[in-house]
Each structure stands twice: as C-alpha cells, then as structure tokens.
C-alpha cells in the first residue's frame, strides 16, 4: 500500500511544506506558509485534501547536545492545534537538527540572490530534507 506524506519545518513566521511521492520514496519542496498572511492550519488542512493524505512528518528542533529547545513546545503546541482541526492526523516526529543549515548550504551553491529570495525557499527546502530523513529511515 502506497502512502503519501507531508512535511512541516514549522517556524514562528514561516511554515515550510514538503511532500513525498506516492510509493513514500521521494521528498519535494512545495511551498512556505507565511504565518502573517496565512492562516495555517486551515492552509495546511487544504493540502491534506489536495495531496489526500493524513500523514505528516513534522521536524522537531534540538540543540547540538540533543535536548529539546522552546521552539519544540512551539512545534507541539501548533501540532496540537492541526490534531483539534483536521481529523484522523497521524503525525511522525523526527529531529531536525541542522536541516535549516543544510537547506542553507545547498541553497549557497544555488543562483538565488539574497536573503530575500533565500528566505522565500528555505523553509520548504528544509521540510524537504526533514522528509527525505524520514523517509530513508522508513527504508
């Protein structure tokens, strides 16, 4: 049985979104949710429907030394808010430590110009390794 997955690299601002290919094998950036314009859960509910999944990986971030950070309660809290809104969520948790920096990185060795442009891609990017982790653990 084939599953599709989101992913959410889930920022005070931004939200970035990945998602997998159908047989779970491939993690592809899809967008960055700006909090400000967007209200998120309903957003994300949407791409539930869109991609017609209910299974979402979402990064949880920790300091170097492996404790969680506040920004972990953050993650939580909103996960609690999209488990109360859109019904029959399954959610697998997975540490995220470095993907925003090697999102970064790849995204250095890339033409984008400035941090503007970055910022409007990295989240996304970042959801995606998030997701790839997962899925080759899945393997």
């Known amino acids: 049985m084939y599953k599709r997955y989101l992913s959410l690299d889930v920022g005070d ?5 990945a998602k997998s290919d159908l047989m779970g094998m491939v993690a592809t950036p899809l967008e960055v949710i700006d ?8 957003r994300i509910a949407e791409l539930c429907r869109q991609e017609n999944t209910k ?3 979402i990064g949880i971030p920790k300091s170097l030394d ?13 996960m609690e808010k999209l488990n109360k809104s859109i019904e029959g969520l399954e959610f697998f ?14 995204l ?27 899925l080759d653990m899945k393997k």
Do not use: H, W
């Open 55 to 57: 299974s979402i990986v």
């Open 93 to 106: 948790e997975i540490d995220e430590r470095l993907s925003t920096v090697s999102a970064d990185k790849m």
């Open 13 to 17: 601002v931004r939200i970035g979104v």
């Open 66 to 78: 492996g404790t969680e950070k506040r920004q972990a309660e953050k993650v939580r809290e909103f």
């Open 35 to 42: 909090r400000r314009k967007t209200k998120a859960v309903k």
């Open 108 to 134: 250095n060795e890339t033409n984008l110009r400035g941090a503007k442009e970055k910022r409007k891609v990295v989240d996304k990017v970042a959801a995606a390794i998030i997701l790839q982790t997962f």
